[in-house]
T-cell receptor
Framework: DTGVSQDPRHKITKRGQNVTFRCDPISEHNRLYWYRQTLGQGPEFLTYFQNEAQLEKSRLLSDRFSAERPKGSFSTLEIQRTEQGDSAMYLC????????????FGQGTRLTVV | SQQGEEDPQALSIQEGENATMNCSYKTSINNLQWYRQNSGRGLVHLILIRSNEREKHSGRLRVTLDTSKKSSSLLITASRAADTASYFCATEPTGNQFYFGTGTSLTVIP
């Protein structure tokens, strides 16, 4: 396993379009997190899953955002009706809670809404 | 907000010097982690220190944790140009998610 993988690495979309990002965590990890990072800021928590259950969502996650983790493996983050303010780096991380709490991050998906 | 704060926001040093950056946080924590981020890339995990530990070493990295002051420091010894990056601390207050600070931007001049 080569770590957390995110796809695509870059996405440019027109305002109003829907986009979907994918995250493949480290295979034995049961926790998966989504974060958003804008330029010059630290990552902001969006949501996390333990196995297939979405356990917490940030208030940052408006109703245009939805995340899934079917079968507790890969996860998708969809943004509907994108706005320019959605432009950011979307980061996925995974960890194996109750063993080693370190979270390992993917390279991120950079979204630009034009 | 439970977000941590790193200090300084930016640090510029000569290669070979030591770099120290600090993190302060607001609530009690289970552990604290330090990450590095190169420009436009994902975060790389550096080191984790648990709330019952006071100091931890990993290679050229030394992390301290003072839970009474709710602060941590990251020391990078004998810095190299390749250490140029942003450094973030992340706290885990409840065991459910990580809160990141705004980061310290480190520049190591060759």
């Amino acid at each position: 396993d080569t770590g957390v993988s995110q796809d695509p690495r870059h996405k440019i979309t027109k305002r109003g379009q829907n986009v979907t990002f994918r995250c493949d965590p480290i295979s034995e990890h049961n926790r998966l997190y989504w974060y958003r990072q804008t330029l010059g800021q630290g990552p902001e928590f969006l949501t996390y899953f333990q196995n297939e259950a979405q356990l917490e969502k940030s208030r940052l996650l408006s109703d245009r955002f939805s995340a899934e983790r079917p079968k507790g493996s890969f996860s998708t983050l969809e943004i509907q009706r994108t706005e320019q303010g959605d432009s950011a780096m979307y980061l996925c991380a995974s960890s194996f809670v109750s063993f080693e709490p370190e979270a390992f991050f993917g390279q991120g998906t950079r979204l630009t809404v034009v | 907000s439970q977000q941590g704060e790193e200090d300084p926001q930016a640090l510029s040093i000569q290669e070979g010097e030591n770099a120290t950056m600090n993190c302060s946080y607001k609530t009690s924590i289970n552990n604290l982690q330090w990450y590095r981020q190169n420009s436009g890339r994902g975060l790389v995990h550096l080191i984790l220190i648990r709330s019952n530990e006071r100091e931890k070493h990993s290679g050229r990295l030394r992390v301290t944790l003072d839970t009474s002051k709710k602060s941590s420091s990251l020391l990078i010894t004998a810095s190299r140009a390749a250490d140029t990056a942003s450094y973030f601390c992340a706290t885990e207050p409840t065991g459910n998610q990580f809160y990141f600070g705004t980061g310290t931007s480190l520049t190591v001049i060759p």
